[in-house]
């Protein structure tokens, strides 16, 4: 067999595979005929389906302030970020909390990210977790548990009076997931800028910058 020969078969070939995956191409019966005479084995592929979702900007001259918490091991830390309407990190912040549960963990990072917000005069417009449980007990939808019910209370003296708290998905709440996790490894309260920011976070902080969607299975 000729190279001309040789190379319209493997021309034809990926043609026929390339129609056969074609979801547009309507007689499936063929396409399977043509999937058989190439010899493939097939595996079944499960398409979940999901949803985009990214971290949102606030509006102009307002600042938001996204936080979490971490418990691995019976051990919680937190994290969080406080963002401008440019996407620019304002304060970023990791902790330890000790020994705890995951519920303790989410308020505690709540608490910390308002405590310092305070101190530093930073007068946030939006709160996001995606800890929809404690949203709804801060929200005084949900009886918070006796353990956080002083840490919430104290969370509502330090927020702003104007200041929403809303629930948003893990995947748009990922550099503050960073951090948290960062915590672990922290003595301590420890504050980051920009340029300081621990290099786990560095893939979280460069998606929210370009406003990277990112995938979330239903």
Not at 46 to 66: A, F, I, M, R
Not at 146 to 165: F, G, M
Request: charge should be negative; aromatic fraction near 10%.
């Amino acid at each position: 067999m000729s190279w001309i020969c040789v190379r319209n078969q493997v021309i034809q070939g990926v043609h026929d595979l390339s129609i056969s995956f074609n979801p547009k191409i309507q007689d499936s019966y063929i396409n399977q005929l043509r999937l058989n005479h190439l010899s493939f084995n097939q595996i079944p592929v499960v398409v979940q389906n999901g949803t985009w979702t990214n971290w949102q900007v606030p509006p102009y001259g307002s600042l938001k302030l996204n936080t979490d918490g971490s418990y691995i091991d019976n051990a919680c830390a937190g994290g969080g970020v406080v963002r401008d309407h440019t996407r620019m990190i304002i304060l970023a912040f990791s902790s330890y909390f000790g020994i705890s549960n995951s519920a303790e963990a989410e308020a505690k990072a709540m608490h910390l990210g308002l405590r310092l917000c305070s101190e530093r005069g930073l007068s946030i417009s939006f709160m996001e977790l995606d800890s929809l449980f404690l949203v709804n007990c801060f929200n005084d939808l949900w009886d918070p548990p006796w353990a956080i019910e002083y840490i919430l209370r104290d969370c509502k003296n330090l927020i702003p009076s104007h200041a929403s708290v809303s629930h948003v998905f893990r995947e748009a709440n990922g550099l503050a997931d960073r951090l948290a996790a960062h915590g672990h490894t922290c003595q301590g309260i420890f504050t980051f800028e920009r340029d300081s920011l621990p290099t786990t976070c560095h893939a979280a902080y460069q998606a929210d910058l370009l406003g990277q969607p990112q995938y979330r299975p239903l």
